[in-house]
């Protein structure tokens, strides 16, 4: 049984006895809005447009058109059912509005009340029929969508833990990654039309077999610096880095950035292997190109961390003065869905690579959004590398802090 008065249906008409005469006939079947022109109309339309499900106009009125204001209704509320009443000197004007699709029916002068009855009561069962049916797609896509997150991030701890005989602690990384991921885009910003198109389904099944490849690629790439690299000694950061800017020089130059340092060349040794740990930096600088306007400033500062006067860490930070954190970067690793933009999905897979690579070393890095200010990220890297965790050890961390982790489950699958 539907409920006929869940949605109000709204009459337009210059003649103000019509309006009443509509109210009265039919106010106890309907909830009814009435307005004495089109420009109310459209006043009542963008004020309480969540509540109308059905417009009714008349064609001829003072000023604005019936017809115009159903297509201008059209623009702002798409789903709103719209009918027009006409005689029949507009039966032409009314022909072209219902093959254009812009009217569900038109309806002749005089109304007869019990056939317009039965129409308010049809258009009203069509605006709900819609409505139940975004809603099944919004709940298709939202546990397909589930389903995807969890199989992108089961995935990578599966692919981590393959990384753990050359890279320690890597299904750490992901955990602590997960926790800089923001919460999904809200449901109601999706455009309805695009759900109900087939292609859109085809078109998302390739962007997610897409993506999972940009993620095993990453892996796969990491795995090779690893497994190619030397062993670890200690290494002059300082120089490093140094050699990295010299790497990037010419596509920085391309897009007129600046870098600007601020690196003590008496910084500690660190332990490591050159190779990847250069790659963070890489990484970094790759994300600053995609993601920074020409123009742009980036910073370098490095500086040691000690206690009781021995230095145990050293803190580098790279800052820029660009637009801030892309929208959804870090969450489009793990939900392709949160965005369509190439470069973006991107910029989250690099810096999975950093938090990898930083967690091999025993430590950490931050991601500051400025509030379009630009981005801050921290590393901090131990001085000396820790002893590698067992894969099954880190296993068994990954399931228990990741997986079963409501509140993380929460923020990553829930409205924002």
Not at 107 to 114: M, N, T, V
Not at 240 to 262: C, M, N, P, W, Y
Request: proline residues 5%; charged residues 25%; contains cysteine.
């Amino acid at each position: 049984m539907h409920d006929y008065k869940r949605y109000c249906i709204l009459y337009v008409d210059d003649e103000e006895m019509s309006l009443k005469y509509f109210q009265k006939s039919f106010s106890n079947d309907f909830r009814i809005l009435t307005a004495s022109s089109a420009a109310e109309g459209m006043r009542l339309i963008q004020e309480r447009g969540d509540e109308i499900g059905v417009l009714l106009t008349d064609q001829r009125m003072p000023g604005e058109k019936g017809l115009q204001l159903i297509e201008r209704a059209r623009q702002i509320r798409p789903r709103m059912v719209r009918m027009m009443i006409t005689a029949y000197a507009d039966f032409g004007v009314t022909v072209d509005a219902v093959n254009q699709g812009n009217i569900f029916r038109y309806i002749s002068k005089p109304i007869q009340i019990e056939d317009m009855r039965n129409t308010l009561k049809r258009a009203i069962e069509y605006f709900l029929l819609q409505r139940e049916r975004d809603e099944l797609l919004l709940e298709k896509l939202s546990v397909v969508q589930n389903m995807i997150v969890t199989d992108r991030i089961i995935s990578l701890g599966v692919l981590a833990a393959g990384l753990s005989q050359h890279l320690r602690n890597p299904l750490d990384a992901v955990r602590t990654f997960l926790h800089q991921t923001p919460a999904k885009l809200r449901y109601e910003e999706l455009d309805m039309n695009r759900l109900r198109d087939p292609s859109f389904w085809r078109d998302f099944h390739a962007q997610v077999l897409q993506h999972a490849h940009h993620v095993s690629e990453l892996v796969s790439h990491l795995d090779g610096i690893a497994t190619a690299a030397a062993s670890e000694a200690a290494a002059d950061p300082a120089t490093i880095i140094q050699g990295v800017l010299t790497k990037f020089q010419s596509r920085l130059a391309e897009r007129r950035i600046t870098v600007q340092t601020d690196i003590p060349a008496n910084l500690p040794s660190l332990h490591v292997e050159p190779a990847k740990f250069a790659r963070m930096f890489e990484l970094l600088l790759e994300d600053e190109l995609v993601s920074l306007p020409e123009g742009s400033t980036i910073t370098f500062h490095a500086a040691p961390l000690s206690v009781a006067g021995s230095p145990v860490r050293i803190q580098f930070t790279l800052s820029d003065d660009g637009t801030g954190l892309p929208p959804d970067s870090l969450r489009s690793v793990f939900d392709p869905f949160a965005s369509r933009d190439a470069a973006n999905q991107q910029f989250g897979l690099n810096l999975l690579g950093v938090f990898f690579l930083a967690h091999h070393y025993g430590g950490s890095v931050k991601a500051a959004d400025n509030q379009g200010k630009g981005v801050t990220y921290t590393l901090e890297i131990p001085v000396t590398s820790p002893p590698a965790a067992s894969a099954s050890a880190s296993s068994e961390e990954f399931i228990t802090k990741v997986l079963v982790n409501d509140a993380l489950w929460e923020k990553l699958l829930a409205g924002a």
